[in-house]
């Protein structure tokens, strides 16, 4: 069982880092394996070329960033968790890149995110906290995920790298996610209870 995280902050030990620190001992407690992804700031955005989605290679046409490995990785994951700072009041660029990039290529042909347990968390400095968190979980809302949530919004508070550590209560919030989201993996690994089938939507627009 494995819940894979990633980080959309190209700082290498910020907020973000910290924070996913903290989920990772309640995970890795729980006896669930748990794995960052920390892409950089070098990620390109989504082409809009739709091979992949054209194709099901499950794969980006783009090879020369970490978003292929993040693709196949949250493919064989249990848990995917979306952890991002807060840039400008959503979600920060490369993040969105990385999300767009994932989504397409494993999510919106035959989708092989469904029913994989999913959470959130983002890191601020002061505002955009809950417009940010609920763009992430909005992101796997629409793949047929199992969203899984703490006992508050997923928004934990500092700005320069450490800070986080003394918002006491975001902190707390986050380990509880992390708690929450292995008990879950664990709950549907042992369900008798076989995982719904799926299948691709019919996809229409608002012109034909
Ligand atoms: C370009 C940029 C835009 C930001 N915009 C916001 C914002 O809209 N609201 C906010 O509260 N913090 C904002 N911040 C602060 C970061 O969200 C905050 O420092 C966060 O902890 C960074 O996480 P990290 O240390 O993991 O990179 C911004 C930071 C940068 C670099």
Redesign the pocket.
């Known amino acids: 069982m494995k819940i894979v995280a990633i980080n959309g902050?190209?700082?290498k030990n910020?907020?973000?880092?910290q924070v996913l620190e903290v989920v990772r001992q309640e995970v890795e407690a729980a006896g669930v394996e748990f794995q960052v992804f920390q892409p950089g700031a070098r990620v390109h955005p989504c082409l809009a070329c739709y091979h992949c989605l054209n194709t099901g290679s499950l794969r980006c046409v783009q090879t020369d960033d970490m978003v292929n490995d993040i693709i196949a990785a949250c493919i064989e994951a249990d848990g995917i968790l979306l952890a991002a700072?807060?840039?400008?009041?959503g979600i920060a660029g490369n993040m969105k890149c990385v999300l767009d990039r994932l989504m397409l290529a494993a999510g919106c042909g035959v989708n092989q995110l469904h029913h994989k347990v999913g959470g959130a968390l983002c890191?601020?400095?002061?505002?955009?906290g809950m417009e940010t968190y609920q763009q992430l979980l909005g992101t796997m809302d629409a793949m047929e995920m199992v969203i899984v949530t703490s006992d508050y919004w997923g928004a934990v508070h500092?700005?320069d790298?450490g800070e986080?550590q003394g918002d006491t209560e975001g902190m707390e919030v986050a380990a509880k996610l992390g708690r929450n989201m292995a008990w879950m993996v664990k709950v549907l690994a042992e369900s008798k209870v076989p995982v719904p089938e799926t299948h691709p939507r019919t996809m229409t627009n608002f012109i034909r």
């Open positions: 902050s190209p700082r910020g907020n973000t880092a700072p807060v840039y400008h009041g890191t601020l400095r002061r505002s955009g500092g700005a790298p986080v």
